[in-house]
Protein backbone atom coordinates (compact mmCIF):
# COMPACT_ATOMS: atom_id res chain seq x y z
CA UNK A 1 0.00 0.00 0.00
CA UNK A 2 1.51 3.30 -1.35
CA UNK A 3 1.41 6.67 1.69
CA UNK A 4 -0.76 8.18 -0.30
CA UNK A 5 -3.24 5.33 0.30
CA UNK A 6 -2.60 5.25 3.70
CA UNK A 7 -3.18 8.88 4.10
CA UNK A 8 -6.66 8.35 2.77
CA UNK A 9 -8.06 5.12 3.87
CA UNK A 10 -11.87 5.99 3.14
CA UNK A 11 -11.16 6.21 -0.42
CA UNK A 12 -10.95 2.38 -0.84
CA UNK A 13 -13.38 1.37 1.83
CA UNK A 14 -16.61 2.84 3.60
CA UNK A 15 -15.31 1.86 7.05
CA UNK A 16 -11.52 3.10 8.18
CA UNK A 17 -9.76 0.64 8.17
CA UNK A 18 -8.77 -0.97 12.34
CA UNK A 19 -5.57 -2.37 13.01
CA UNK A 20 -5.00 -5.86 11.46
CA UNK A 21 -6.00 -8.73 13.88
CA UNK A 22 -2.66 -10.56 14.79
CA UNK A 23 -4.85 -13.68 16.42
CA UNK A 24 -6.55 -14.37 12.89
CA UNK A 25 -4.87 -15.32 9.61
CA UNK A 26 -3.71 -13.08 6.69
CA UNK A 27 -6.68 -14.49 4.89
CA UNK A 28 -9.11 -13.56 7.30
CA UNK A 29 -7.61 -10.22 7.78
CA UNK A 30 -7.97 -9.28 3.73
CA UNK A 31 -11.81 -10.82 3.79
CA UNK A 32 -12.72 -9.27 6.62
CA UNK A 33 -16.15 -7.84 5.90
CA UNK A 34 -18.30 -5.10 7.92
CA UNK A 35 -21.99 -5.03 8.22
CA UNK A 36 -24.02 -2.16 7.03
CA UNK A 37 -27.22 -2.88 9.40
CA UNK A 38 -28.02 1.22 9.79
CA UNK A 39 -28.43 1.14 5.83
CA UNK A 40 -30.61 -2.21 5.34
CA UNK A 41 -29.91 -5.89 6.64
CA UNK A 42 -27.84 -8.30 5.29
CA UNK A 43 -25.77 -5.40 3.29
CA UNK A 44 -22.08 -5.81 3.82
CA UNK A 45 -18.55 -4.29 2.41
CA UNK A 46 -14.57 -4.82 2.59
CA UNK A 47 -13.20 -3.83 5.56
CA UNK A 48 -9.84 -3.37 3.93
CA UNK A 49 -8.69 -2.38 0.27
CA UNK A 50 -8.75 -5.60 -2.54
CA UNK A 51 -5.96 -6.98 -4.20
CA UNK A 52 -5.65 -5.15 -7.74
CA UNK A 53 -3.28 -7.39 -9.28
CA UNK A 54 -0.68 -5.43 -11.54
CA UNK A 55 -1.61 -5.20 -15.23
CA UNK A 56 -5.07 -6.81 -14.51
CA UNK A 57 -8.31 -5.21 -15.72
CA UNK A 58 -9.28 -5.02 -12.09
CA UNK A 59 -9.19 -6.36 -8.72
CA UNK A 60 -8.90 -9.97 -7.89
CA UNK A 61 -11.91 -12.00 -9.06
CA UNK A 62 -10.77 -14.54 -6.25
CA UNK A 63 -11.40 -11.64 -3.57
CA UNK A 64 -15.51 -11.16 -4.87
CA UNK A 65 -16.04 -14.71 -4.71
CA UNK A 66 -14.93 -15.23 -1.45
CA UNK A 67 -16.51 -12.03 0.16
CA UNK A 68 -19.75 -12.85 -1.16
CA UNK A 69 -19.12 -16.27 0.09
CA UNK A 70 -18.50 -14.75 3.70
CA UNK A 71 -21.51 -12.54 3.22
CA UNK A 72 -23.73 -15.45 2.04
CA UNK A 73 -22.62 -17.39 5.22
CA UNK A 74 -23.73 -14.65 7.88
CA UNK A 75 -27.26 -15.41 6.89
CA UNK A 76 -27.32 -18.56 7.14
CA UNK A 77 -27.45 -21.19 10.12
CA UNK A 78 -24.77 -22.41 11.76
CA UNK A 79 -25.74 -26.19 10.59
CA UNK A 80 -26.18 -25.18 6.77
CA UNK A 81 -22.96 -25.33 4.72
CA UNK A 82 -21.98 -24.37 1.05
CA UNK A 83 -22.50 -26.89 -1.35
CA UNK A 84 -22.47 -24.74 -4.77
CA UNK A 85 -21.92 -21.60 -5.93
CA UNK A 86 -22.64 -19.83 -9.45
CA UNK A 87 -20.90 -16.58 -10.40
CA UNK A 88 -20.32 -14.26 -12.84
CA UNK A 89 -18.11 -11.40 -13.63
CA UNK A 90 -19.96 -8.86 -15.00
CA UNK A 91 -17.87 -5.52 -15.22
CA UNK A 92 -14.18 -5.29 -13.39
CA UNK A 93 -13.78 -4.15 -10.31
CA UNK A 94 -12.19 -0.64 -8.89
CA UNK A 95 -9.41 -1.08 -6.25
CA UNK A 96 -9.98 2.15 -5.37
CA UNK A 97 -13.40 2.50 -4.66
CA UNK A 98 -15.79 0.38 -1.75
CA UNK A 99 -17.26 -3.00 -2.56
CA UNK A 100 -20.85 -3.26 -1.90
CA UNK A 101 -22.33 -6.85 -1.00
CA UNK A 102 -26.38 -7.20 -0.89
CA UNK A 103 -27.54 -10.41 0.18
CA UNK A 104 -30.96 -11.85 -0.60
CA UNK A 105 -32.95 -14.56 0.86
CA UNK A 106 -34.40 -16.57 -1.95
CA UNK A 107 -35.30 -19.46 0.19
CA UNK A 108 -35.39 -21.35 3.19
CA UNK A 109 -35.90 -24.50 3.37
CA UNK A 110 -35.75 -27.89 5.86
CA UNK A 111 -32.56 -29.20 3.96
CA UNK A 112 -31.84 -26.88 1.35
CA UNK A 113 -31.38 -22.60 1.35
CA UNK A 114 -30.56 -20.24 -1.34
CA UNK A 115 -28.57 -17.14 -1.56
CA UNK A 116 -28.19 -14.55 -4.29
CA UNK A 117 -25.14 -12.22 -3.91
CA UNK A 118 -24.79 -8.81 -5.62
CA UNK A 119 -21.41 -7.23 -5.52
CA UNK A 120 -21.87 -3.36 -6.16
CA UNK A 121 -19.82 -0.38 -7.11
CA UNK A 122 -21.07 2.88 -7.94
CA UNK A 123 -24.48 1.76 -8.02
CA UNK A 124 -23.84 -0.99 -11.11
CA UNK A 125 -23.23 -4.69 -10.60
CA UNK A 126 -19.65 -5.58 -10.72
CA UNK A 127 -20.81 -9.59 -10.22
CA UNK A 128 -23.20 -11.77 -9.44
CA UNK A 129 -23.60 -14.85 -7.38
CA UNK A 130 -25.92 -17.94 -6.35
CA UNK A 131 -25.50 -20.02 -3.39
CA UNK A 132 -27.02 -22.77 -2.42
CA UNK A 133 -26.12 -24.71 1.30
CA UNK A 134 -26.96 -27.84 2.55
CA UNK A 135 -28.06 -28.48 6.29
CA UNK A 136 -25.48 -30.61 8.01
CA UNK A 137 -26.07 -34.06 7.72
CA UNK A 138 -29.40 -34.09 5.82
CA UNK A 139 -28.30 -37.09 3.62
CA UNK A 140 -29.83 -39.91 5.21
CA UNK A 141 -27.15 -42.72 6.73
CA UNK A 142 -27.06 -44.70 3.38
CA UNK A 143 -25.37 -43.18 0.69
CA UNK A 144 -23.83 -43.74 -2.35
CA UNK A 145 -20.24 -42.31 -2.08
CA UNK A 146 -17.28 -41.69 -5.08
CA UNK A 147 -14.73 -39.56 -5.69
CA UNK A 148 -11.63 -38.90 -8.59
CA UNK A 149 -8.61 -40.03 -6.45
CA UNK A 150 -5.57 -37.87 -5.95
CA UNK A 151 -3.44 -38.65 -8.62
CA UNK A 152 -1.09 -41.78 -7.32
CA UNK A 153 2.35 -39.61 -8.28
CA UNK A 154 1.36 -36.78 -5.93
CA UNK A 155 1.15 -38.46 -3.12
CA UNK A 156 5.04 -38.36 -3.01
CA UNK A 157 5.55 -35.20 -2.60
CA UNK A 158 3.81 -34.55 0.51
CA UNK A 159 6.70 -35.52 2.42
CA UNK A 160 8.99 -32.82 0.97
CA UNK A 161 6.47 -30.04 1.46
CA UNK A 162 7.45 -27.52 4.17
CA UNK A 163 5.52 -28.46 7.32
CA UNK A 164 5.28 -24.71 9.10
CA UNK A 165 2.49 -22.94 8.44
CA UNK A 166 2.76 -19.83 10.88
CA UNK A 167 5.38 -17.59 9.01
CA UNK A 168 4.52 -14.26 8.65
CA UNK A 169 3.27 -12.46 5.80
CA UNK A 170 4.10 -8.76 4.56
CA UNK A 171 2.21 -5.63 4.16
CA UNK A 172 0.85 -5.85 0.43
CA UNK A 173 2.35 -9.81 -0.15
CA UNK A 174 -0.30 -12.65 -1.14
CA UNK A 175 -2.47 -14.13 1.63
CA UNK A 176 -1.49 -17.62 0.25
CA UNK A 177 1.63 -19.35 -0.62
CA UNK A 178 1.78 -21.76 -3.75
CA UNK A 179 4.06 -24.06 -5.05
CA UNK A 180 3.58 -24.57 -8.89
CA UNK A 181 4.30 -27.94 -10.86
CA UNK A 182 5.57 -28.58 -14.03
CA UNK A 183 2.86 -29.25 -16.55
CA UNK A 184 2.03 -33.13 -17.52
CA UNK A 185 2.09 -34.18 -20.61
CA UNK A 186 3.39 -31.04 -21.96
CA UNK A 187 5.03 -32.50 -25.24
CA UNK A 188 1.37 -33.73 -26.21
CA UNK A 189 0.14 -32.18 -29.54
CA UNK A 190 -3.78 -32.32 -28.05
CA UNK A 191 -3.78 -29.51 -25.44
CA UNK A 192 -7.02 -30.76 -23.71
CA UNK A 193 -4.53 -33.96 -22.33
CA UNK A 194 -2.20 -30.86 -20.79
CA UNK A 195 -2.56 -30.88 -16.61
CA UNK A 196 -1.30 -27.64 -14.56
CA UNK A 197 -0.65 -28.30 -10.91
CA UNK A 198 0.27 -27.06 -8.02
CA UNK A 199 0.22 -26.93 -4.14
CA UNK A 200 -1.70 -24.10 -2.30
CA UNK A 201 -2.30 -23.02 1.13
CA UNK A 202 -3.01 -19.60 2.92
CA UNK A 203 -0.78 -18.15 5.20
CA UNK A 204 -0.21 -18.35 8.94
CA UNK A 205 -2.85 -20.18 10.75
CA UNK A 206 -6.75 -19.81 10.54
CA UNK A 207 -8.36 -18.87 13.98
CA UNK A 208 -10.99 -21.72 15.19
CA UNK A 209 -13.39 -18.32 16.06
CA UNK A 210 -13.32 -18.51 11.95
CA UNK A 211 -14.80 -22.05 12.05
CA UNK A 212 -14.95 -23.99 8.79
CA UNK A 213 -16.57 -20.65 7.17
CA UNK A 214 -13.15 -19.27 7.27
CA UNK A 215 -11.76 -22.26 5.03
CA UNK A 216 -14.56 -22.27 2.98
CA UNK A 217 -13.95 -18.37 1.93
CA UNK A 218 -10.28 -18.70 1.97
CA UNK A 219 -10.80 -21.85 0.02
CA UNK A 220 -13.01 -19.84 -2.62
CA UNK A 221 -10.14 -16.84 -2.95
CA UNK A 222 -7.67 -19.11 -3.92
CA UNK A 223 -9.75 -21.17 -6.27
CA UNK A 224 -9.44 -18.38 -8.98
CA UNK A 225 -5.72 -18.44 -8.67
CA UNK A 226 -3.77 -19.70 -11.77
CA UNK A 227 -7.28 -20.50 -13.48
CA UNK A 228 -8.18 -19.21 -16.40
CA UNK A 229 -4.63 -18.83 -17.38
CA UNK A 230 -4.28 -22.72 -18.44
CA UNK A 231 -5.42 -21.74 -21.22
CA UNK A 232 -2.49 -19.96 -22.36
CA UNK A 233 0.01 -22.68 -20.17
CA UNK A 234 -1.59 -25.63 -22.33
CA UNK A 235 -0.90 -23.29 -25.96
CA UNK A 236 1.94 -21.97 -24.84
CA UNK A 237 0.85 -18.20 -25.31
CA UNK A 238 2.35 -15.25 -24.61
CA UNK A 239 0.18 -13.03 -21.98
CA UNK A 240 2.70 -10.41 -20.77
CA UNK A 241 2.86 -8.00 -23.17
CA UNK A 242 5.78 -6.14 -24.44
CA UNK A 243 8.65 -5.57 -21.46
CA UNK A 244 8.25 -2.60 -19.74
CA UNK A 245 11.79 -2.53 -19.09
CA UNK A 246 14.99 -4.53 -19.66
CA UNK A 247 16.83 -3.86 -16.54
CA UNK A 248 17.89 -6.85 -14.45
CA UNK A 249 18.75 -5.44 -11.23
CA UNK A 250 15.35 -5.47 -9.13
CA UNK A 251 15.80 -2.19 -7.27
CA UNK A 252 16.19 -0.65 -10.85
CA UNK A 253 12.26 -1.76 -11.63
CA UNK A 254 9.22 -0.75 -10.54
CA UNK A 255 6.83 -2.76 -9.04
CA UNK A 256 4.35 -3.66 -11.83
CA UNK A 257 7.82 -4.48 -13.51
CA UNK A 258 9.17 -6.88 -10.69
CA UNK A 259 5.74 -8.70 -10.18
CA UNK A 260 5.63 -9.30 -14.35
CA UNK A 261 9.17 -10.63 -14.16
CA UNK A 262 8.53 -13.07 -11.29
CA UNK A 263 5.58 -14.03 -13.22
CA UNK A 264 7.16 -15.23 -16.38
CA UNK A 265 9.91 -16.75 -14.56
CA UNK A 266 7.02 -19.02 -12.62
CA UNK A 267 5.47 -19.41 -16.19
CA UNK A 268 8.76 -21.05 -16.74
CA UNK A 269 9.76 -18.00 -19.34
CA UNK A 270 12.57 -17.19 -17.46
CA UNK A 271 15.46 -17.62 -20.82
CA UNK A 272 13.10 -15.95 -22.85
CA UNK A 273 11.54 -12.62 -21.01
CA UNK A 274 11.24 -10.78 -24.58
CA UNK A 275 9.54 -13.61 -26.36
CA UNK A 276 12.17 -13.78 -29.06
CA UNK A 277 10.66 -17.01 -30.01
CA UNK A 278 7.30 -14.96 -31.28
CA UNK A 279 4.78 -17.24 -29.44
CA UNK A 280 1.17 -16.23 -30.30
CA UNK A 281 0.37 -13.21 -27.87
CA UNK A 282 -2.89 -13.03 -25.64
CA UNK A 283 -4.79 -9.69 -27.00
CA UNK A 284 -7.26 -10.35 -24.33
CA UNK A 285 -7.89 -12.88 -21.07
CA UNK A 286 -10.76 -12.19 -18.64
CA UNK A 287 -12.93 -14.65 -16.72
CA UNK A 288 -16.90 -14.79 -17.51
CA UNK A 289 -17.96 -17.19 -15.33
CA UNK A 290 -16.73 -19.44 -11.99
CA UNK A 291 -18.42 -22.34 -10.10
CA UNK A 292 -17.19 -24.10 -7.23
CA UNK A 293 -18.34 -27.45 -5.75
CA UNK A 294 -17.90 -27.97 -2.59
CA UNK A 295 -17.19 -31.54 -1.47
CA UNK A 296 -16.57 -31.79 2.04
CA UNK A 297 -16.70 -28.83 3.18
CA UNK A 298 -15.75 -29.65 7.26
CA UNK A 299 -12.94 -32.19 6.15
CA UNK A 300 -10.31 -29.94 5.08
CA UNK A 301 -8.12 -27.25 6.60
CA UNK A 302 -7.16 -24.17 3.76
CA UNK A 303 -3.70 -23.35 6.09
CA UNK A 304 -2.93 -26.96 5.24
CA UNK A 305 -1.37 -28.12 1.73
CA UNK A 306 -3.91 -28.44 -0.76
CA UNK A 307 -3.50 -29.91 -4.22
CA UNK A 308 -5.10 -28.37 -7.39
CA UNK A 309 -5.00 -29.94 -10.86
CA UNK A 310 -6.24 -27.92 -13.73
CA UNK A 311 -7.46 -29.26 -17.64
CA UNK A 312 -9.00 -27.28 -19.90
CA UNK A 313 -11.67 -29.42 -22.50
CA UNK A 314 -12.42 -27.23 -24.75
CA UNK A 315 -11.55 -23.51 -26.35
CA UNK A 316 -12.65 -21.51 -29.64
CA UNK A 317 -14.47 -18.07 -30.65
CA UNK A 318 -12.47 -16.83 -28.38
CA UNK A 319 -13.21 -18.37 -24.76
CA UNK A 320 -11.74 -21.27 -23.13
CA UNK A 321 -13.45 -23.21 -20.65
CA UNK A 322 -11.15 -24.68 -17.63
CA UNK A 323 -12.23 -27.37 -14.67
CA UNK A 324 -10.24 -27.65 -11.65
CA UNK A 325 -10.41 -30.50 -8.94
CA UNK A 326 -8.60 -29.40 -5.26
CA UNK A 327 -7.73 -31.91 -2.67
CA UNK A 328 -6.87 -31.59 0.73
CA UNK A 329 -3.30 -33.71 1.77
CA UNK A 330 -4.71 -36.91 2.34
CA UNK A 331 -6.52 -37.58 -0.60
CA UNK A 332 -9.73 -36.36 0.10
CA UNK A 333 -11.25 -35.01 -3.12
CA UNK A 334 -12.58 -30.94 -1.13
CA UNK A 335 -13.92 -28.91 -4.64
CA UNK A 336 -14.24 -29.12 -8.17
CA UNK A 337 -14.72 -25.53 -9.97
CA UNK A 338 -15.53 -24.62 -13.48
CA UNK A 339 -14.26 -21.36 -15.04
CA UNK A 340 -14.99 -19.75 -18.15
CA UNK A 341 -13.10 -16.95 -19.53
CA UNK A 342 -12.75 -14.72 -23.11
CA UNK A 343 -9.22 -15.80 -24.39
CA UNK A 344 -8.67 -13.91 -27.69
CA UNK A 345 -5.22 -13.26 -29.51
CA UNK A 346 -3.89 -10.48 -30.43
CA UNK A 347 -4.76 -9.19 -34.29
CA UNK A 348 -2.23 -7.83 -36.07
CA UNK A 349 -3.32 -4.65 -37.75
CA UNK A 350 -3.68 -3.43 -41.12
CA UNK A 351 -1.86 -0.17 -41.89
CA UNK A 352 -4.33 2.46 -42.17
CA UNK A 353 -5.77 2.96 -45.65
CA UNK A 354 -5.21 6.37 -47.04
CA UNK A 355 -8.16 8.78 -47.40
CA UNK A 356 -7.06 10.07 -50.86
Not at 92 to 109: F, L, N, T
Not at 208 to 234: C, K, N, P, W
Not at 304 to 326: K, N, Y
Not at 336 to 341: D, K, L, P, S
Amino acid sequence: MSNADRDRPDRRTLVRQPPLDPSKSAIENVLELTELGAIAPDIFTNTRPLWHPPGARGIYGGAVIAQCLAAAQRTVPTNFTVHSMHCYFVLAGDSEIPVMYYVEHVREGKSFATRTVQARQRGKCIFTTTLSFVRENSGGKKLVEHAVPLPEEIRAQIASLPKDVDEPSGEGSSPFISHRIDITNRDSKYPHEKRTRQWIRARGRISEAGGHQAHLSALAYMSDSYFIGTVSRIHDLWRFGAPANTKTDAEDMTARERYMKAAQEKEGFSVDLSNSRGRPEVGMMVSLDHTIYFHEPRRFRADEWMFTEMASPWSGDGRGLVQQHMFAADGTLVATCFQEGVVRLKEERLPAASKL
